[in-house]
């Protein structure tokens, strides 16, 4: 049954057959943890183009477990299995993440069908969102350590962890890791719509407090500041 559900996973989800750069030609399958707003369908593209018009409808890339956790991933297919995965993941400074979700979400119409918190970004100011999200006690984004640990914050589940910050440069690296040539083309899918690149314009003292109270974990692992 676990080889059936591995099989399925290797030809359908994120999971593939490349080459390992240690032997050129071996058969080590990645697994990208993909935490959305880090440019992670813009790799998964790169590195799997879709072969279905249908997958790659609008731009998106439309899979199952597209936004798991490594550690529901772990629980998916088996420590044996997970641990036999290169597993990697993007992030991005926690400010300039919600900053970039709050402008996806305040131009894209159908961001307020999957969360209904999101419509509000249509009349509030950045820090007005913020901090009526905080109110209503309902955290926007998911944290980037639950994505990439296991129980503790401490426990690790991925080899590689590349930067937004530092895109191009780390995804030449996770290139050369699996095989790839380095000059494999990153497109820029679901792009927030163009405005000034410092983050910390949006911010007054009280959201600043509240996504630093959110996100300490993020802050903490990742080694962020504002």
């Given at each position: ?104 979400s305040r131009h894209i119409k159908t961001e307020p069908f999957r969360d209904p918190f999101n419509r509000y970004c249509q009349t509030m100011s950045f820090s007005e ?6 109110e209503q006690n309902h955290k926007p984004l998911r944290s980037q350590a639950e994505y990439l640990c296991g129980s503790s914050p401490k426990e690790l589940l991925v ?68």
């Amino acid at each position: 049954m676990k080889s059936a559900i591995w099989r399925f996973l290797t030809s359908h989800l994120r999971l593939r057959q490349l080459p390992s750069p240690s032997q050129g030609a071996g058969d080590t399958p990645f697994l990208l943890i993909h935490i959305d707003k880090t440019a992670c369908s813009s790799v998964y593209k790169a590195l799997v183009p879709p072969t279905r018009s249908s997958e790659a409808e609008g731009g998106n890339i439309h899979r199952p477990g597209k936004h798991w956790t490594a550690q529901q991933w772990k629980n998916r297919l088996g420590p044996k299995e997970f641990h036999k995965c290169f597993k990697f993941a993007i992030v991005r400074n926690p400010f300039d993440r919600l900053r970039s979700k709050y402008q996806f979400s305040r131009h894209i119409k159908t961001e307020p069908f999957r969360d209904p918190f999101n419509r509000y970004c249509q009349t509030m100011s950045f820090s007005e969102w913020v901090i009526f999200l905080s109110e209503q006690n309902h955290k926007p984004l998911r944290s980037q350590a639950e994505y990439l640990c296991g129980s503790s914050p401490k426990e690790l589940l991925v080899d590689y962890i590349g930067r937004y910050e530092t895109l191009e440069r780390d995804f030449q690296h996770i290139c050369r890791l699996l095989g790839y040539p380095t000059s494999t083309t990153l497109p820029h899918l679901n792009k927030s719509p163009a405005t000034t690149t410092d983050y910390r314009l949006f911010y007054d003292d009280a959201s600043k407090s509240v996504v630093e109270a959110w996100y300490r974990d993020d802050l903490d692992l990742l080694d962020y500041r504002f």
